[in-house]
């Protein structure tokens, strides 16, 4: 399986979202965590061979992030789960144990040390309810 990530910046913008999918088939890609994706809704859609899971950003389009999976490991899907406007998560069913894939956009470096501090304290937490 190939796993990827990518900040898009946005795929609220008129055809993006194709875009995005073209450059999935291109590289023959499974699986990819797209962060900045700035949809105020989370929503499940079907687009050419890949269903594109979206988590929630906010009101007025900014952060937000998402999955797309390619149907050949759709199968393989079990859950996705949406800590916050920038992590998520996505449980796949494997051979001899589940694989769970981490989706986190952090802050950047000019940003607030508590803005990051905060960040980081979540995903801690998500790892301490994994073990």
Known sequence: MKFVTWNVRSLYRSGSLTTATRELTRYKLDLMGVQEVRW??????????????????????????????????????????????????MVLRGRWCNIIVFNVHAPQEDKSDDSKESVYAVLEQVFIDFS
């Open 40 to 89: 105020d809704e989370g929503e499940t859609v079907r687009i050419g061979d890949y269903v594109f899971c979206n988590g929630k950003g906010n009101e007025i389009h900014q952060l937000g992030i998402g999955f797309f999976v390619h149907h050949r490991i759709i199968l393989a899907f079990m859950r996705a789960e949406l800590v916050s406007d920038r992590m998520s998560y």
